[in-house]
C-alpha cells in the first residue's frame, strides 16, 4: 500500500473539467508505450523492473562493503556527476540531521561528495579535511570518462595511496561503473578494486535503486531495504491501476503536460522542510535532462518555502504568470519541540504556544497556497506522511514514471540527454584534448 497521494484541487481551477476524458487517448498512449516498453529510448527502461528485480544477495553485497568502509573511515567521499551522485545525496540529506557535519563520534561516516564541479578550491578544501580524518571512496561513473568525477578521483586517489599506501588505499577505494567500457572499468580492474555494475539498460539520472544510490546511502546508515519497498509498493500502484482515474503518475504527467501547453512553462517544486533540498535538485536533474530537448519541456525549477517566500515569494505572487507549482507536503514531522510559554509575551507569540511548529509550517503551507492560486498558479500536492526511507522510496519512483510518461506526452525521448555533450566539445577543444 502506498502512503504517498497526489491532490489535484489546487489546479482544478485552471484545467478543463473534462482534461481525463478529452485527453485519454494520449495519456493512455504514452502509459502503454511505457510498460509495453515500445516507445523512443525503450534499451534504457532497466529502472522499471529494479525494486522487483534487486536480490536478496546484492543487497547482502552491498550492505558488506557499506559495513567494510563504515568500519574504518571516519568520511566516505562518494565521487560522480549528475545522476551518478544526485540520488544518493538527495536520500542521504533527507534522511540525516541537518547538523550532521557537527555531530562527532555518529555511528556512521559522514558522506561528503565531490567530482560534481571542477572548483580548485573546492578539492583543495575537501583534501585538508582527507588529511585529518580517515576515509574510503566511492568513484561512480556510467561512462567512466566523466572530466569532472575523473578529475577528483585522480586527486584523491592519489591522496590515499600517499596515506594509504597502495595495498591499503585498494581496501579503501569502491568503483561503480560499466559491466565493461570505460576508463574507471579499465582503472577498478588493474587495481582490484571492490566494483559493482551499473546496468546497461538504466541511465545515470534513473539510478538511484542501483548500487549508485543504494551503497552510499547504505554507508551513511540508511535501511536500503525499505527505500526498495517504497518503491516497490509505489510500482505495483503505478503497473496495476492502469485507468488515469486511479493512477496517480498518469494524472500528474497529464496535468503538468496541459499547463505546459497553456502558458505555465516553469513548474517550481516546493517542499517546506528543507531536508528536501537535495530531493528537489534530484527532480531537477531528472526532469531537466529527460523533457528539455527539441526546443521543449517543462522548465524545473525549485523552491524552499517559507524560506523562499521572502526571495521568490514576490515574484510566485505577481510576476509574470509562467509558473505552477507543486508542493513535497510532508505531513507529519518526525521530531517534536514545543515553543515555550514566556510570562511577558513582549513578542506576542504566546497565541502560538500550544501549537506543534510543523502545525504552524503545515499553516504556512495552507496560506500560500491559497494566495498563490488566486495569484494565478496552479497548485498540485505530493503528500507523504513523513520523510522516511520508505516514503522516499515512493517518491523516487513516482517521479521517475511520471518523467518518462511526461517525456511520452512530449513526444521526445526521455532517456537520453544530447545536448549535454555541447559544453563538452568547446570545452575539449578550448584545453586541446587530444582525440
Ligand atoms: O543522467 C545522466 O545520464 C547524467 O546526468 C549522468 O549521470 C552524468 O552526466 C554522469 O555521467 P557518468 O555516470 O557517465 O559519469
Not at 50 to 57: R, V
Not at 152 to 160: G, N, P, S, T, V
Not at 345 to 371: C, F, M, P, S, V
Request: charged share 20%; glycine share 8%.
Amino acid at each position: 500500500m502506498v502512503t504517498t497521494r497526489f491532490i489535484t484541487e489546487g489546479a482544478h481551477s485552471f484545467l478543463p473539467q473534462d482534461l481525463f476524458i478529452a485527453e485519454k487517448e494520449s495519456i493512455n498512449n504514452a502509459y502503454n508505450q511505457l510498460v509495453t516498453k515500445q516507445g523512443a529510448g525503450n534499451d534504457f527502461l532497466g529502472w522499471l523492473s529494479l525494486p522487483e528485480e534487486i536480490s536478496t544477495d546484492d543487497i547482502s553485497k552491498i550492505n558488506c562493503v557499506a559495513s567494510r568502509l563504515q568500519a574504518q573511515s571516519e568520511v566516505v567521499v562518494v565521487i560522480g556527476i549528475g545522476g551518478s551522485y544526485l540520488g544518493a545525496r538527495a536520500v542521504i540529506e533527507a534522511l540525516q540531521s541537518h547538523f550532521r557535519m557537527l555531530e562527532a563520534n555518529a555511528d556512521c561516516p559522514l558522506v561528503l561528495f565531490a567530482g560534481n564541479n571542477i572548483s580548485e578550491d573546492y578539492l583543495y578544501d575537501l583534501q585538508k579535511v582527507l588529511d585529518k580524518k580517515e576515509y574510503s571512496l566511492i568513484v561512480i561513473s556510467k561512462s567512466g570518462t566523466t572530466t569532472e568525477p575523473a578529475i577528483a578521483f585522480r586527486i584523491f586517489k592519489e591522496h590515499c595511496e600517499k596515506k594509504y599506501g597502495k595495498e591499503g588505499a585498494k581496501k579503501r577505494i569502491v568503483a561503480i561503473t560499466d559491466r565493461a567500457r570505460g576508463a574507471l572499468k579499465k582503472s577498478a580492474d588493474s587495481e582490484g578494486y571492490d566494483t559493482f555494475v551499473i546496468p546497461d539498460d538504466v541511465g545515470g539520472r534513473y539510478s538511484v535503486l542501483t548500487p549508485v544510490g543504494l551503497l552510499p546511502i547504505a554507508v551513511a546508515g540508511y535501511d536500503i531495504q525499505l527505500l526498495i519497498k517504497g518503491a516497490r509498493d509505489m510500482r505495483e500502484a503505478l503497473l496495476t491501476q492502469t485507468h488515469i482515474d486511479n493512477n496517480p503518475a498518469m494524472q500528474y504527467a497529464l496535468i503538468r503536460n496541459y499547463l505546459y501547453n497553456n502558458g505555465k512553462r516553469v513548474e517550481m517544486m516546493v517542499t517546506y522542510e528543507p531536508r528536501l533540498y537535495y530531493f528537489i535538485e534530484w527532480y531537477k536533474q531528472l526532469f531537466g535532462e529527460s523533457e528539455g530537448k527539441e526546443n521543449k519541456g517543462i522548465f524545473p525549477a525549485g523552491a524552499t518555502f517559507s524560506t523562499d517566500l521572502h526571495s521568490l515569494g514576490q515574484y510566485i505572487q505577481e510576476g509574470e504568470r509562467l509558473l505552477f507549482e507543486t508542493v513535497i507536503s510532508v505531513e507529519n514531522a518526525n521530531h517534536t519541540l514545543p515553543i515555550p510559554f514566556d510570562e511577558q509575551n513582549i513578542d506576542g507569540l504566546n497565541y502560538l504556544q500550544q501549537k506543534k511548529i510543523h502545525e504552524i509550517n503545515l499553516t504556512a503551507e495552507i496560506g500560500t497556497r491559497i494566495a498563490h492560486i488566486d495569484g494565478g498558479v496552479p497548485n498540485l500536492r505530493i503528500a507523504i506522511p513523513n520523510i522516511s526511507e520508505v516514503t522516499l522510496g515512493e517518491l523516487i519512483y513516482f517521479f521517475e514514471f511520471s518523467c518518462a510518461l511526461g517525456g511520452y506526452l512530449l513526444n521526445i525521448n526521455p532517456f537520453n540527454q544530447p545536448g549535454v555533450e555541447a559544453y563538452k566539445r568547446n570545452m575539449f577543444k578550448l584545453l586541446g584534448k587530444p582525440e
